[in-house]
């Protein structure tokens, strides 16, 4: 008997620490005692179903103090979801102090999408600046201006599910300004009046579609840039002289294929004539043969070919030059 009630002090501390692991009594009595009316056997139904109770209580206990009407079930609903219980209530409490209208389920919507619906309650209250890269663009006169501006934007928690993002504003900002620019007469104009630039802009309603509203667009930096029309003409004048100078080696090679191709047919023309000559004593010897040609008028003809070359030779040295020294 000794034994015995020391092995069922152990198994009675033992079933009661189990108990209280697995049972969150803490929580329950904090949950009571905030006035949230939450049932032991919710808690223990959370355990089952794989849901930290900490996470929908201590929501559920700073909604109930802040005045918020949400249910334990659809807090725990949202977390199954994957989304942040947490931070969900602390928007809702942030857009209630602002006097921002948000639904529960609205601010579920946007923390399931993805987006942070407490930064988006807060940039509604205080909104952001955004600041855009280095936009350039070239005016009508050639002159390249670079521009840099801040926009400032305020969160349209209307829109966060499915509007888009800040990439979108400052896309957008940059085009208008590349527009606004270039329909520019002279650069020096935009230097005048950068604030044209930011009505410009802010006319074209460019938050259209997207999560946000833009309160303003100002212009932070305006400089000068390169001569770009100066620069183009000087790159299409150097495209044309290599043009030209392409057509003129074309054009030169083109004489040059000309000149060998003549050459070429005036050594045919010479063998032809080489060929012809060659014929000449076969067609004598065979009238020689027949009869045609006595060897008299053979002999006449060789001394008419005779006379014909001297009288060549002496004509060619009349012509040639005598040298200076023989001069003197």
């Known amino acids: 008997m000794e034994i015995l ?9 033992f079933a009661v620490a189990l108990i209280l692991a697995f049972v969150p009594l803490g929580l329950w009595i904090s ?6 009316r939450i049932g032991i056997f919710n808690l223990i139904g959370m355990r089952l179903r794989r849901v ?5 209580v201590n929501p559920l206990i700073k909604a109930t103090k802040a005045g918020i009407a949400v249910s334990a079930d659809k807090l725990e609903a949202h977390y199954l979801a994957g989304g942040n219980v947490d931070r969900v209530v602390n928007a809702l409490i942030a857009a209630q102090r602002a ?10 919507a946007i923390d399931l999408a993805g987006r942070d619906v ?25 002159i390249e201006v670079i521009v840099k501006a801040r926009v400032t934007v305020r969160a349209n928690i209307d829109r966060l599910v499915g509007g888009a993002g800040e990439e979108t504003i400052l896309a957008r900002v940059g085009e208008g300004i590349v527009t606004t620019v270039g329909s520019s007469v002279s650069h020096k104009s935009v230097l005048e009046n950068p604030d044209s630039i930011s009505q410009t802009v ?9 999560a ?19 620069q183009l003409q000087t790159d299409q004048a150097e495209a044309d002289k290599r043009i030209a100078q392409a057509k003129a080696e074309e054009r030169r090679a083109m004489a040059v294929a000309k000149e060998q191709e003549m050459k070429a047919s005036v050594q045919e023309m010479k063998a032809k004539v080489v060929e012809a000559e060659a014929e000449v004593p076969k067609a004598m010897a065979s009238a020689l043969r027949e009869g045609k040609l006595g060897v008299m008028d053979y ?17 060619r040295m009349g012509k040639e030059e005598t040298p200076p020294d023989i001069k003197k």
Not at 5 to 13: A, G, H, K, S, Y
Not at 52 to 56: A, C, F, L
Not at 118 to 142: F, H, I, Y
Request: proline letters at 5%.
């Open 118 to 142: 407490l930064e988006a309650v807060q940039m509604s209250v205080n909104p952001r600046v955004l600041e855009t890269p280095k936009v350039a663009a070239m005016a009508k006169d050639g």
């Open 52 to 56: 930290v109770p900490s996470r929908i």
């Open 5 to 13: 009630i020391p092995l069922i002090v152990i198994v009675v501390v």
């Open 202 to 210: 802010l006319n074209k309603s460019l938050h259209s579609g997207t």
């Open 31 to 36: 949950a009571r005692a905030a006035d949230v």
């Open 299 to 315: 002999y006449n003809m060789k001394n008419v070919m005779a006379d014909t070359g001297m009288r060549d030779s002496i004509s």
């Open 99 to 108: 006097d921002i209208p948000l639904e529960f389920q609205r601010a579920a």
């Open 212 to 230: 946000f509203e833009i309160l303003s667009i100002d212009i932070a930096d305006v400089d000068v840039g390169r001569n770009i029309g100066a």
